[in-house]
């Protein structure tokens, strides 16, 4: 129940903040203040939502109080009649605003992150669309003034990835990218076809946030460290040099590799990025596996088996099916036109909260 004394509550805990992060010995300690800060701001905006519903409530109630008080004169009266009319309209409004300021933050939402794209079934055809994927997203970095750097990449021969993998950098990157995770498929004539039937291919996006050292502890002897000679395109020797890293986490069998850069150091540093940000991932999930119901029914559910959308160029259209999105404008999203798909994913995924916190409440 959003009343005063909930309103001072909120500002009581908004000083009790404040008074913390003044303290000298959290100022020398980075993380601790990122916490503080975040909670800060997440309670001043739930406090200013409440504020506004609070008085909206008031003046529809003098408003009434008014308009029932015989005494009132005309012209108060019409005040009133605007007023209240005006507040209840607002109401519903700032009523929203408020549970979804209430959704607790995801802690990775400012996080950036580390993508993976790789063919699926298809053939060279899911190559090349795995390549116009990571044009895609790309295009969408640079228009975003994200900065994208590639990590370890595996060429196909008739052109696109069989794999890549890339960091994406930036301000609320993963809360941006993390509905991207899962199934793509693709629907259109192959270059190759020469009797113009529309094939179908597919190309997975796993989405990760990646993590600092300090969030995810790694153990040295945990760690089996290969190094080879990295490969180009066609086969062809990048260097001449065992540069190339792969590292293999023996407990839990996961092996990631990176080969772009020319230093092994670099190397090994990208791939324990990877390494990171992919137990961390497996980690979430095992922690929210006795929640499975509920995830499933989340839009970016991480499921990479789930076919999560449609790119169908014979007729210009995407679309979305976890939640019905189709757009005619296939053309300008592989131009990075990315947008009104994101935002039309994290409205609908906030109404899935928004409704799963109302019935927890009730």
Same mark, same amino acid.
């Given at each position: 129940?959003?009343?005063?004394?909930?309103?001072?509550?909120?500002?009581?805990?908004?000083?009790?903040?404040?008074?913390?992060?003044?303290?000298?010995?959290?100022?020398?300690?980075?993380?601790?203040?990122?916490?503080?800060?975040?909670?800060?701001?997440?309670?001043?905006?739930?406090?200013?939502?409440?504020?506004?519903?609070?008085?909206?409530?008031?003046?529809?109630?003098?408003?009434?109080?008014?308009?029932?008080?015989?005494?009132?004169?005309?012209?108060?009266?019409?005040?009133?009649?605007?007023?209240?009319?005006?507040?209840?309209?607002?109401?519903?409004?700032?009523?929203?605003?408020?549970?979804?300021?209430?959704?607790?933050?995801?802690?990775?939402?400012?996080?950036?992150?580390?993508?993976?794209?790789?063919?699926?079934?298809?053939?060279?055809?899911?190559?090349?669309?795995?390549?116009?994927?990571?044009?895609?997203?790309?295009?969408?970095?640079?228009?975003?003034?994200?900065?994208?750097?590639?990590?370890?990449?595996?060429?196909?021969?008739?052109?696109?990835?069989?794999?890549?993998?890339?960091?994406?950098?930036?301000? #609320?990157?993963?809360?941006?990218? /993390?509905?991207?995770?899962?199934?793509? =498929? !693709?629907? $259109?004539?192959?270059?190759? *076809?020469? %009797?113009?039937?529309?094939?179908?291919?597919?190309?997975?996006?796993?989405?990760?946030?990646?993590?600092?050292?300090?969030?995810?502890?790694?153990?040295?002897?945990?760690?089996?460290?290969?190094?080879?000679?990295?490969?180009?395109?066609?086969?062809?020797?990048?260097?001449?040099?065992?540069?190339?890293?792969?590292?293999?986490?023996?407990?839990?069998?996961?092996?990631?590799?990176?080969? #772009?850069?020319?230093?092994?150091? /670099?190397?090994?540093?990208?791939?324990? =990025? !990877?390494? $990171?940000?992919?137990?961390? *991932?497996? %980690?979430?999930?095992?922690?929210?596996?006795?929640?499975?119901?509920?995830?499933?029914?989340?839009?970016?559910?991480?499921?990479?088996?789930?076919?999560?959308?449609?790119?169908?160029?014979?007729?210009?259209?995407?679309?979305?099916?976890?939640?019905?999105?189709?757009?005619?404008?296939?053309?300008?999203?592989?131009?990075?036109?990315?947008?009104?798909?994101?935002?039309?994913?994290?409205?609908?995924?906030?109404?899935?909260?928004?409704?799963?916190?109302?019935?927890?409440?009730?």
């Amino acid at each position: 129940m959003i009343d005063r004394a909930y309103l001072d509550s909120l500002r009581a805990r908004t000083s009790e903040l404040e008074t913390e992060m003044s303290q000298p010995g959290v100022a020398a300690d980075p993380n601790k203040m990122r916490g503080l800060m975040q909670d800060y701001n997440h309670q001043k905006e739930i406090a200013a939502h409440a504020k506004t519903f609070l008085t909206l409530q008031d003046t529809i109630t003098e408003s009434r109080e008014l308009l029932a008080d015989s005494d009132t004169d005309a012209e108060l009266k019409e005040m009133a009649e605007m007023e209240l009319a005006e507040a209840t309209e607002k109401l519903p409004a700032a009523e929203k605003a408020i549970m979804i300021a209430l959704i607790p933050a995801d802690p990775a939402d400012s996080k950036n992150v580390i993508m993976e794209i790789r063919a699926g079934t298809g053939g060279d055809e899911a190559a090349i669309f795995a390549g116009d994927l990571y044009r895609m997203y790309s295009r969408y970095a640079e228009d975003s003034g994200l900065k994208i750097s590639v990590m370890d990449v595996n060429f196909s021969e008739a052109g696109g990835y069989k794999e890549v993998v890339f960091s994406v950098e930036g301000e #609320d990157v993963y809360k941006k990218l /993390k509905y991207e995770s899962g199934t793509h =498929r !693709v629907q $259109r004539v192959p270059e190759t *076809e020469t %009797q113009g039937r529309v094939h179908t291919s597919a190309a997975t996006v796993a989405v990760l946030a990646e993590v600092e050292a300090v969030d995810i502890e790694i153990k040295n002897e945990d760690l089996k460290i290969d190094t080879y000679r990295a490969q180009g395109a066609g086969g062809q020797h990048v260097n001449t040099t065992d540069s190339a890293i792969r590292i293999t986490h023996l407990p839990t069998g996961t092996v990631v590799q990176c080969q #772009d850069e020319r230093s092994q150091h /670099k190397n090994k540093a990208a791939a324990m =990025r !990877v390494l $990171r940000a992919r137990i961390y *991932e497996e %980690q979430q999930q095992a922690q929210e596996a006795e929640q499975a119901e509920a995830r499933r029914s989340q839009v970016g559910s991480g499921d990479r088996s789930e076919k999560i959308r449609t790119y169908n160029y014979p007729q210009n259209r995407l679309t979305d099916h976890r939640i019905n999105l189709t757009l005619y404008k296939l053309d300008r999203v592989m131009e990075g036109d990315l947008n009104e798909i994101f935002q039309a994913l994290y409205e609908h995924d906030v109404e899935l909260k928004m409704k799963s916190q109302t019935e927890e409440m009730a």
